[in-house]
């Protein structure tokens, strides 16, 4: 039973990258079809693997089983889940059928969901070097789950293939500027923030705007979500305090 309880943070794991997969094969199998359905379906496993991401951290806390091995499984599997899986879908998603006929567009956007894919990486390899040396309330740039989140929302809300240039590089904009802020410097509140009456305001508000947008909440979110964090971030550049600005570590 012992060795079985060490086991439960693994297997939570292991069912994320299932979902991680599971959005891969539905995206190239859909690749030459282009049907919405499928290719939302390809994002929303994506949302459920960052759900059972959440999930392994919880459980290895609550039965007292971290160990290295978990955090080293757990970090491999992000790079599948959330830059691999993500780069994917949207390579897939926005250039295979648009680019046909189209050969420098395609690599374009193939080259634009690797950066994507590469900064991610480098993220998580930042983080994993980085615990202990940076005031735990914020990320230093944009979680990778954050990120592939943030690119998923776009199939979830317009699950239709891509039918124009502008499209396209719009979308390879986002691939690089979502890449870019996961490797940059700029703080993003994590979940360790103090909770507070304004925390449990927030969540009814985004449960509202759930309901009203449905499929369109995500990428609404994100939108806001990226927003507010850089102008916090400005604000603390110019001396702002009224939020705490993060804690600087000395080497």
């Known amino acids: 039973m012992a060795r079985a309880k060490f086991a439960l943070p693994s297997s939570v794991t292991l069912l994320s990258i ?11 199998d859909n690749a030459h079809i282009g049907d919405p359905a499928g290719f939302r379906m390809a994002a929303i496993l994506l949302v459920l693997a960052g759900i059972f991401d959440a999930l392994d951290g919880f459980v290895a806390r609550a039965t007292g089983t971290s160990s290295e091995f ?12 959330f ?3 993500p780069g994917l879908l949207l390579y897939c998603y926005g250039f295979v059928q648009l680019g046909q006929g189209q050969p420098t567009l395609l690599r374009m956007g193939g080259v634009a969901c690797f950066i994507f894919l590469a900064c991610g990486a480098l993220r998580l390899a930042r983080f994993n070097v980085s615990v ?3 005031d735990p309330r914020y990320f ?19 699950p239709a293939p891509l039918t124009t240039n502008l499209q396209a590089y719009l979308l390879m904009a986002l691939m690089v500027a979502v890449g870019t802020l996961m490797v940059s410097t700029v703080r993003f ?4 923030q103090p909770k507070s009456t304004l925390l449990w305001v ?8 759930l309901a009203w947008l449905q499929t369109r909440y995500f990428a609404f979110f994100f939108v806001v979500y990226v927003s507010v964090t850089l102008l916090l971030n400005i604000a603390w550049q110019q001396g702002w305090r009224r939020v705490p600005a993060p804690v600087v570590y000395e080497d």
Do not use: E, Y
């Not at 299932?18 to 190239?28: H, K, M, Q």
């Not at 978990?70 to 889940?81: E, F, H, R």
């Not at 979680?143 to 929302?153: H, K, L, M």
């Not at 509140?189 to 360790?192: A, I, L, V, Y």
């Open 18 to 28: 299932a979902c991680g997969f599971g959005s891969i094969v539905l995206s190239v």
């Open 202 to 209: 927030a969540l009814a508000v985004n449960l509202a705007l």
């Open 70 to 81: 978990g955090m080293q499984l757990d970090s491999i599997a992000d790079v599948m889940n």
């Open 189 to 192: 509140p994590s979940s360790k």
């Open 140 to 158: 230093v740039g944009m979680p990778i789950t954050a990120g592939a989140a943030c690119v998923a929302s776009v199939v979830i809300a317009w």
């Open 132 to 134: 202990g040396r940076t």
């Open 83 to 85: 830059g691999c899986a």
